[in-house]
């Protein structure tokens, strides 16, 4: 069974380890590796999106939607349709 993530892989090291004896080398070996992919998984949980760019994007979204909704209420009527002779 492979493992679907870093989380899954943290669980299957410590199941393994409920079951040997912390005076092994092969107990220390996997406390090792448990380090490692707690390392690895904080890592990857840090590199989520920073909250500044959340910010500036519902900003933007924002000004989109005002724009829409002032262009489809408060219509500009052109005069330059009046300049256009039919052939």
């Known amino acids: 069974m492979e493992p679907k993530n ?5 669980d299957r090291v410590i199941l393994f380890l409920s079951g040997q004896d912390p005076d092994s080398e092969t107990y220390t070996n996997a406390v090792q590796n448990l380090r490692i992919l707690c390392e690895a998984r904080s890592k990857k949980a840090a590199s989520n999106i920073d909250p500044e760019v959340l910010i500036a994007a519902g900003v ?3 000004g989109i939607v005002l724009i829409l909704r002032h262009e489809q209420f408060n219509v500009v009527a052109s005069k330059a ?3 256009i002779r039919p052939k």
């Open 60 to 62: 933007n979204l924002l």
């Open 6 to 10: 870093l989380n899954d892989e943290v």
């Open 81 to 83: 349709m009046t300049f």
